[in-house]
Structures are given as C-alpha cells and as structure tokens.
C-alpha cells in the first residue's frame, strides 16, 4: 500500500513545485517584457545614427 501512496502524492508534489516556482517568479515574468520594452524604445536606447560619414562620432 506504501507504493500506491507514493504514485498518489507524487502529482501533489510535482504541483506543488509548480504552484511554488510560480509564486515566486511569477512577478518576474510579468515585468521582464515591461523593462525590456521600456529599455529598448528608440529613445532612450543608446544605439548611434549612421549619417555615412566614417569615423564621426
């Protein structure tokens, strides 16, 4: 009967590591787009602006 209990809370625990990793990086994830979007607009980017002229910075 221990077997049988096994393979019954095995999927417990699996779901419960899941519940956890999402409680704790969950935040994460819904912020991660935000600042990187945030970070790579046009304007605020430090990218420089090729006007053809070599060796002009």
């Given at each position: 009967m221990k077997d049988n209990?096994?393979?019954?809370?095995?999927?417990?625990e699996?779901?419960?590591?899941?519940r956890?990793?999402?409680a704790k990086f969950g935040k994460l994830a819904v912020i991660t787009?935000?600042?990187v979007t945030a970070l790579?607009?046009?304007k605020t980017s430090k990218a420089m602006s090729?006007?053809?002229?070599?060796g002009v910075i």
């Open positions: 209990d096994k393979t019954i809370t095995a999927p417990q699996v779901a419960d590591t899941r956890d990793f999402i787009p935000i600042a790579m607009t046009p090729s006007d053809g002229a070599p």
